[in-house]
Structures are given as C-alpha cells and as structure tokens.
C-alpha cells in the first residue's frame, strides 16, 4: 500500500466492529480500573495519603486526575495497531481553523454552560451541587501544584477526554453513516456522564454538545480540543482565587 492511502475497509475492523469501539472500552476500562485501585489503596483517606511526603498534599491533586489521564491510552493503542496512527485518525495537533472554531465553540460552550446553571438554580434555589469540583482540587496546595493541576485541567484531561469520546467512539459512530447531529449528542450524552456529577449532567450535555460542533464543523478532535480546554479555562483559574 502506498504512504498516505487510506486502508481498506475491513482492516478498520476488530472483532467485526470499527477498532474505535474497543479502543473506546479500553480507555473507559482503564478509567475505571485506576479509578478502583486507588479507592483499594486509599479508602477513605484521601486527606490523610501523601506518597511523596510533601506539603500542601499536591500530589494528591494530581492523583485525582489519574483516572482521566488514562482514558487517551486506548485511543492511542488502537490508532497505533489498527489504524493510520494518533495524528491522521483523530487530527489531534489544532490548525488554524481548529483554533478559530474550537475557540468559538468554547465560548459557546461556556455561555451555554452558564445559562443552563441559571436555569436549574431556578428549580434549586440553594445551589446545591452546582459548584464545579475542578475548583476545590487545589484548596492547601502550593502555588506549583496548582500550576501543575490547571495544565492538566486546560490541556491534558481535554486531551483525554476529546480522544476517547470525539476520537475513538465518534469515529466509530461516523462508520456505520450515523446522521451526524446523532453522533454530536451521542458522545455529548457519554462527555456528561463520564463526569460522574449528576448535579451537573445538564451543564455538561449542553457543554458537550457545544465542544461536539467543533468536531463536526472541521471534522478534527484538534478542534474539540482546543473547545474543550477553552471551556476548563475558567475553572482552572479558579484554582488560584481565595487559596
């Protein structure tokens, strides 16, 4: 096969699906794998666990990210072993364009994000459970770990997140000629769910549909990346407000 031909058809097949299905199990089963062993190795006492004994507990910080950092290794392996690799199948590296949409879509996103909070403190007057966890990570860390968690707000967790669900599952979706406003809130569905907040579900769907467009728009992830981060950017700046 000549550079830069497309595969056949059927090579995009692992056990008789699209290889972007079971990339996409096996970063939602890392996840969830790293996820139970730190809930083995530290029940409960998250507070109280310092592996590398230094103040602040910021490496606790960054072990709340753990989970979410693993979800882009399925992704990576499977464009690796059965597709054309990580840049020609997902676009991950952001062009121009994907920076104009991307931080278009973002800004939407947050809009977006902000209203529907609007709309469901009306039903709850208190507030409760609105408050973007993202913020409370770096309460007692030092000023480098809170530097250190808000790149991985902003690029890494994106990074993740955008290869799992707009890489490998929305490839694996557009296969089988899904109409793609379905494949947009599809993997909306599953961004808001993996989130695990369900107090937020609604703020994260219309997010994750937001971040979607900029995927359909330039049919690249580079695009949804740079969404993505757009939309953890204010959260991340918060990790230095009233610390």
């Known amino acids: 096969m000549d ?7 059927r090579a995009a097949l692992v056990l008789g699906a699209h290889w972007g299905f079971l ?16 809930a083995i190795l530290m029940p409960g006492e998250f507070g109280g666990f310092d592996p590398t004994d230094l103040p602040d507990g910021g490496p606790l910080v960054l072990l709340a990210f753990l989970p979410t950092l693993v979800l ?30 991307g931080l278009a879509c973002g800004v939407v996103a947050l809009v977006a994000g902000y209203l529907a909070s609007l709309v469901l403190l009306s039903f709850d007057g208190d507030g409760r459970g609105q408050d973007d966890p993202v913020t409370e990570l770096g309460d007692g860390s030092a000023l480098g770990w809170r530097v250190l968690a808000a790149v991985i ?16 599952l929305w490839n694996a979706l557009a296969r089988y000629r899904i109409p793609e406003w379905t494949v947009v809130v599809l993997t909306a569905v599953v961004f808001a769910q993996l989130h695990g907040e369900p107090d937020r579900t609604v703020v994260l769907l219309v ?8 995927r359909s728009v330039t049919g690249r992830c580079g ?15 918060l990790l230095f407000v009233g610390g």
């Open 223 to 237: 695009a949804s990346l740079v969404a993505h981060a757009a939309n953890n950017l204010p959260p991340a700046v």
């Open 3 to 9: 550079e830069g031909q497309e595969p056949p058809a």
């Open 72 to 101: 882009g290794l399925g992704p990576a392996i499977g464009s690796w072993l059965w597709g054309r690799g990580l840049r020609a199948e997902f676009g991950v590296l952001p062009t121009l364009r994907d920076l104009k949409v």
């Open 23 to 38: 990339a996409f199990f096996g970063g939602l089963g890392g996840y969830y794998l790293v996820t139970i062993l730190l």
């Open 207 to 214: 997010q994750g549909v937001a971040i979607g467009m900029a």
């Open 153 to 168: 707000v902003v690029f890494a967790a994106p990074l993740g997140e955008e290869l799992l669900i707009r890489g490998a």
